[in-house]
């Protein structure tokens, strides 16, 4: 099993900036991709950026030119800087791990909070 932590969460203006981090320890050898998801009040939870093992990286329509994933294979750590917050980016974010040992998983973090002020 995967296990994951966030830090980096917040009140930040809107305009301002944050940086996500996510720490994963266990079968880290399992983990095909990590990502970063986000479920504001009322809403689903959605895929906000993805990073392979090769470093590939994709984006949600309504944060790319914002935000930007990246990882630390030496530290374990994936990354999300997110640039120019609007209060719509105000949500839960939860950090994933997509593994596979012998059949696909997911891992989840415990999710960090970002909220964006008007």
């Known amino acids: 099993q995967v296990q994951l932590v966030e830090s980096g969460g917040g009140l930040v203006q809107a305009g301002g900036s944050l940086r996500l981090s996510c720490a994963a320890s266990?079968?880290?050898?399992?983990?095909?991709?990590m990502g970063w998801y986000r479920q504001a009040p009322g809403k689903q939870r959605e895929l906000v950026a993805v990073?392979?093992?090769?470093?590939?990286?994709n984006y949600a329509d309504s944060v790319k030119g914002r935000f930007t994933i990246s990882r630390d294979n030496a530290k374990n750590t994936v990354y999300l800087r997110m640039n120019s917050l609007k209060p719509e980016d105000t949500a839960v974010y939860y950090c994933?791990?997509?593994?596979?040992?012998?059949?696909?998983?997911?891992?989840w973090g415990q999710g960090t909070q970002v909220t964006v002020s008007s």
């Open positions: 994933s791990a997509d593994t596979y040992y012998g059949s696909y998983g997911r891992s």
């Open positions: 990073i392979t093992n090769g470093g590939s990286a």
């Open positions: 266990g079968s880290i050898f399992s983990i095909n991709a």
